[in-house]
Structure formats: C-alpha cells, structure tokens
C-alpha cells in the first residue's frame, strides 16, 4: 500500500513540475544591430537583448546558450545572459560551427568539439 502511496506521490509531482520545464526559453535566432544583441524564440517573440559592449559579436548559438567574441575571450552565455564560462581565443582558435549543445572550433591544425559548459569533449587533427 505504502509502495501505490509513494507512486501516485511521484506521478503528481512530475505533472506539476512539467510546466516549468516547458518555461524555458528556448533561442531560435539572434538578431544584431549596431548596440544590442536581441534573442528571439520559435515564436517571433523576443526573450531578452544584451548590449554589444558587454557580449561583444555573437559568433553562434544553440537553443540553450550563445557564443560572445569580445576583447580575447569568448564567453558562453544562457538565455539569461548569464556566463557559463570564458575561454581564451588563444586556446580555442575560431569557432567555426555550433550544433545542439556543442561547438566545434579550429586552431591551427586541431579541430576541437566543446559542450556548452566550456567543457573540451573530442579533439583531432584538421585535414588541409
């Protein structure tokens, strides 16, 4: 009996919780002008802007974070503009793709794959 109890416990807190999980704002595109930096959802609706001052170019995105290029570092935001993590220009090279929650860059003659903490998860050699 306790075993159904704890059961219909769980079902109802998953229920509930569902609609939090369908809040978060998702990106569906980027629009830049010359000061702001403006995240948009599959809607059309406009979730937030960051000044280009402070991300500096947005050189990609997923639907979860975005790329900032500014002053030696590319920083990786959420939604919420917050920063996940910075790296070095110098130690990713050019982010040439993103895809899902990874971005891949090249520097020299390396080809790095990144997930979206920052985190390098595969490397190879780039063929010329």
């Known amino acids: 009996m306790k075993s159904k109890t704890y059961f ?6 998953s ?3 569902l609609p939090l999980v369908a809040q978060e704002k998702q990106i569906a595109y980027i629009e830049s002008n010359k000061n702001w930096h403006y995240l948009y959802d599959a809607q059309g609706k406009k979730i937030a802007g960051y000044s280009r001052s402070s991300v500096g170019d947005v050189v990609g995105w997923g639907s979860t974070f975005f790329i900032g290029k500014n002053t030696g570092w590319y920083r990786i935001y959420d939604v919420k503009g917050r920063v996940i993590k910075a790296l070095s220009i110098n130690n990713v090279g050019e982010v040439i793709g993103v895809s899902g929650d990874t971005f891949t860059s090249r520097n020299g003659n390396w080809i790095y794959i990144w997930d979206k903490s920052g985190k390098k998860i595969a490397t190879r050699p780039a063929h010329s």
């Open 15 to 17: 229920l509930f919780a």
């Open 8 to 13: 219909l416990i769980f079902i109802l807190c």
